[in-house]
């Protein structure tokens, strides 16, 4: 396939593409590009976020290019400081490599097995020695360090900002070096660190990668980035019914960016859908079904996003309880106080299960329960119900 055929659906909805020419360049080549992508795992989902660029290294995959998903269980050790206002928590090796061997397998949702290589960047940057750091240092000044804004404002303001900082973003253009890349993705705050993974690889002789970057997702929250710290996120293994109950809860205003970069829609598609919903001959709530079946078939099959439509119209349109609940033993005495109750069931805090039992949120069989304690006998047998999606049925213990 030509550069020009694959070039709409490899700079479909990208943010800055540096250089674009070169990126032309690299695709008259003639042969499959390495196209890397790094992925520190310092979480232990992969959400829709983390999904935006993943897809667009499966585009490259569609295209007959090698993806060469780098899993940063030695950077996750240091610490990227991109858009941070203080040097950054570093997290131990027993932690990284806890959260590395949960999304090893949801980053196989979103990518095909062919075209795939994943490495670890501990395979050669653990083995580094003083030499080859001092190398890799030479690399660049610290006036280069400082045209980074997050840098600059920090050491303008006094705030510390430390040496192994300043490594983060030469060990990531290491990477590219060991892999040979031939383009980097990453997100759009992540531009500064993919430019320097450039001079890097000049440094060793070889020729620039170029940075491609993607758009940051807004969470279901429709307003901050898509974070699990935030916890306004959906995981790419979050089961149907949650994913597309999830997808129903983002405000109307979010939808433009989710059909693009959540549920990667053609962009033809997604210009009719939001004339439709200008003109007014599109509704907003049928629109975002049309979204949460998109983002559901994506990770589970139509069939699945289908059954998880059917189970939200049970809930919400139909008021119904799900069929298949976790059953919950009831604590022994006469009486049950029930922000205790919830705060084991659900592992919620103390003060959470009082403010949900403040706002109306915690139900009995459908109905709004409005007191802090009630008697034991009558809870056993019934449903309760915290939120829109948390169901336990209550009862006399459990064999």
Same mark, same amino acid.
């Given at each position: ?57 499966? !585009? ?34 027993? #932690? ?45 000044? &610290? ?21 192994? #900082? ?56 429709? !307003? ?44 033809? #598609? ?12 599109? !509704? ?110 209550? &009862?006399?213990?459990?064999?």
């Amino acid at each position: 396939m030509s550069p020009e055929e694959q070039l709409p659906l490899l700079l479909r909805y990208t943010d800055q593409v540096v250089p674009r020419d070169d990126l032309i360049d690299k695709l008259a080549l003639g042969r499959p590009l390495r196209v890397k992508l790094g992925l520190d795992p310092t979480a232990p989902s992969v959400t829709l976020g983390w999904a935006v660029v993943l897809r667009k290294l499966r !585009h490259f995959q569609e295209m007959g290019h090698t993806a060469v998903l780098i899993v940063g269980d030695f950077t996750a050790q240091v610490g990227d400081p991109s858009e941070r206002a203080e040097t950054r928590k570093r997290l131990t090796a027993e #932690e990284v490599n806890g959260y590395a061997a949960n999304v090893l397998e949801q980053f196989r949702k979103v990518l095909l097995p062919e075209n795939l290589e994943i490495r670890r960047n501990s395979e050669w940057l653990a083995t580094l020695d003083m030499p080859g750091l001092l190398e890799l240092t030479s690399a660049a000044t &610290v006036a280069q360090m400082l045209e980074r804004s997050d840098f600059a404002k920090r050491y303008g303001e006094g705030t510390p900002v430390s040496v192994m #900082e300043f490594l983060y973003p030469l060990l990531q253009g290491y990477d590219s070096v060991a892999v040979e890349a031939d383009i980097e993705l990453g997100g759009s705050d992540q531009l500064w660190n993919l430019m320097m993974g450039r001079v890097v690889q000049e440094r060793y002789g070889m020729e620039p990668q170029v940075a491609m970057t993607m758009p940051i997702l807004v969470g279901v929250d429709g !307003h901050r980035r898509m974070g699990q710290s935030l916890g306004n996120y959906i995981g790419v293994d979050d089961e149907p019914d949650e994913m597309f109950g999830k997808t129903m809860s983002i405000p109307d205003d979010a939808m433009g960016q989710w059909l693009r970069l959540a549920a990667d829609l053609d962009p033809a #598609e997604v210009e009719s859908i939001e004339a439709g919903l200008a003109s007014g001959a599109l !509704h907003p709530g049928e629109t975002k079904r049309r979204l949460a079946r998109s983002v559901t078939a994506l990770y589970w099959g139509e069939e699945s996003a289908a059954d998880a439509e059917a189970a939200f119209d049970q809930l919400f349109r139909e008021g119904g309880i799900p069929d298949d609940i976790d059953a919950f033993s009831l604590p022994e005495g006469d009486s049950v106080a029930v922000p205790g109750l919830i705060r084991d069931i659900f592992g919620l805090s103390g003060a959470e299960a009082r403010r949900l039992l403040t706002q109306g949120a915690v139900k009995v069989d459908g109905t709004v329960l409005e007191t802090q304690e009630v008697a034991r006998a009558d809870l056993n047998g019934r449903v309760l119900q915290v939120g829109k999606r948390r169901f336990v049925r209550l &009862v006399d213990g459990l064999d």
